[in-house]
């Protein structure tokens, strides 16, 4: 079946420093990847998305390439700030009409200034 | 503004109890989600509805029960069938079922067992 492996957390960095999350996928098909953040006390909010191979999703800052030859989508920012402190979830959806989300288990980022 | 919105944020259930978990969106989506997530374990899919008055079990429904009477509603029971209950409920919508569109979160509610 269907999974993603992140990365696993918590990750703790200093405030400008460069953050990669390591999302790896194993699905049949084509599928599209998300990256979603998830803040205190809080639901999802999509960061970005990319549907097909050698996409690029970017968003706030934060990249993520669709790797097919190597299945993978991590997630990159140059310079964190305190305020991306949240957990992040990688995620797939198989491209056979079917809208379920597989997710990883999530990567707890912690900014420290 | 359009959004998805979830009721109570926290909610204690009693031993034997049934309790029921409110999501609605008024975003004029077709289909809707609830998901579990439990620590260290990301989100895992409990039922979906596709369109009203039609709905799936996910990867986990035992101990749980829909409905979709409405379009803009989809509440969630969490039975006394469901013996650890405790976890973090997200409601999800998305425009249509099978494209691929994103999914819209609600913020959630905590349930913990008395």
């Known amino acids: 079946g269907d999974s993603v492996t992140q990365m696993e957390g918590p990750v703790t960095l200093s405030e400008e420093a460069f953050l990669t999350i390591n999302c790896t996928y194993t699905a049949t098909g084509y599928p599209s990847l998300f990256w979603y953040v998830q803040y205190p006390g809080e639901g999802l909010q999509l960061l970005l998305k990319a549907t097909k191979a050698d996409d690029k999703g970017s968003n706030k800052g934060f990249e993520a390439t669709y790797r097919k030859e190597t299945t993978s989508f991590h997630l990159e920012k140059g310079s964190v700030q305190v305020s991306d402190s949240a957990v992040y979830f990688c995620a797939l959806a198989t491209n056979f009409g079917n809208e379920k989300l597989t997710f990883g288990t999530g990567t707890r980022l912690t900014i420290i200034p | 503004d359009g959004g998805i919105t979830q009721s109570p944020k926290y909610l204690f259930r009693k031993e034997g109890q049934n309790v029921t978990l409110s999501c609605e969106q008024n975003l004029n989506h077709d289909a809707m989600y609830w998901y579990r997530q439990d620590p260290g374990q990301g989100l895992r899919l409990i039922y979906y509805s596709q369109i009203v008055n039609d709905f799936q079990k996910g990867d986990i429904a035992e101990g749980y029960s829909v409905s979709r009477e409405k379009k803009e509603s989809f509440p969630l029971t969490v039975t006394s069938a469901q013996k650890n209950p405790t976890a973090f409920y997200l409601c999800?919508?998305?425009?249509?079922?099978?494209?691929?569109?994103?999914?819209?979160f609600g913020p959630g509610t905590r349930l913990l067992v008395l």
């Open positions: 999800a919508s998305s425009i249509v079922w099978g494209s691929q569109e994103t999914q819209y």
